[in-house]
């Protein structure tokens, strides 16, 4: 089982759209979890930091994790064609920022 | 601030030859960069950690004489991929960890990339 299962999409929702999208992990015992946003043919940046279960809400995106199910989720509101990218869910293994195992990560696409 | 620069952005060479990437921290000094590989529709995978002045720690299955990492100094390593082959074609990503006792201390900011292309 792969350290951190996401998936695969691609995702296509009209512009307004709330988003969900999702990643689960296999080891209980991380505890770091982001999410970047990578358009085409550019490195990823990072959206959101969390640390431990609960929601952290930043403008428009919300993320949320899950321990108990080992469930990690971003959630785009009001979403904009600019939103459109691919989105990965990392997290670092062995904690602290060595070593982050990427999700294959989600495309997606919002319509106008 | 946290800019993380690579050149070069794009790269076309023949098969057998030897290319150079860099990576450099343009406002921040980096001690740790990452170097890492992602082909089509796939995620990023780490190849190896970079620590200024000493030798790079390589993933497994990346094989350290063919893709040699350098970190002379706080703001640039370079990655070299050597007698290059059409199977290493593939988008090199590097990334730089946050300044030492800084805020953004456990944060990693990536480069735009670079496109290998080995015909």
């Known amino acids: 089982q792969k350290e951190v299962e996401q998936d695969p999409g691609p995702l296509s929702v009209p512009e307004g759209a709330i988003v969900s999208l999702n990643c689960t992990y296999s080891?209980?015992?991380?505890?770091?979890f982001m999410w970047y946003r990578q358009y085409s043919r550019k490195g990823p940046e990072l959206l959101m930091y969390?640390?431990?279960?609960g929601n952290k809400e930043d403008g428009r995106f919300t993320a949320q994790v899950d321990k108990s199910s080992k469930y990690i989720s971003l959630f785009i509101r009001d979403s904009q064609p600019s939103d459109s990218a691919t989105y990965l869910c990392?997290?670092?293994?062995?904690?602290?920022?060595?070593?982050?195992?990427f999700g294959k990560g989600t495309k997606l696409t919002v319509n106008p | 601030g946290a800019v993380v620069s690579q050149h070069p952005s794009r790269v076309i060479c023949k098969s057998g030859t030897s290319v150079k990437i860099e990576c450099r921290s343009l406002?921040?000094?980096?001690?740790?960069m990452f170097w890492y590989r992602q082909f089509p529709k796939q995620s990023l995978m780490l190849m190896a950690t970079?620590?200024?002045?000493?030798?790079?720690?390589?993933e497994q299955g990346v094989e350290k004489d063919k893709f040699l990492i350098n970190h002379a100094s706080l703001t640039l390593s370079t990655l070299t991929v050597t007698s290059a082959h059409p199977e290493d074609s593939s988008f090199y990503i590097c990334?730089?960890?946050?300044?030492?006792?800084?805020?953004?201390?456990?944060?990693?900011?990536f480069g735009p990339g670079t496109r290998l292309t080995v015909l």
């Open positions: 990334s730089a960890r946050g300044e030492a006792g800084g805020p953004s201390y456990n944060e990693q900011f």
């Open positions: 080891n209980s015992a991380f505890q770091y």
């Open positions: 969390t640390y431990s279960s």
């Open positions: 990392a997290t670092p293994p062995q904690g602290g920022s060595e070593k982050l195992v």
């Open positions: 406002d921040f000094q980096a001690t740790t």
């Open positions: 970079s620590n200024e002045g000493s030798k790079a720690t390589y």
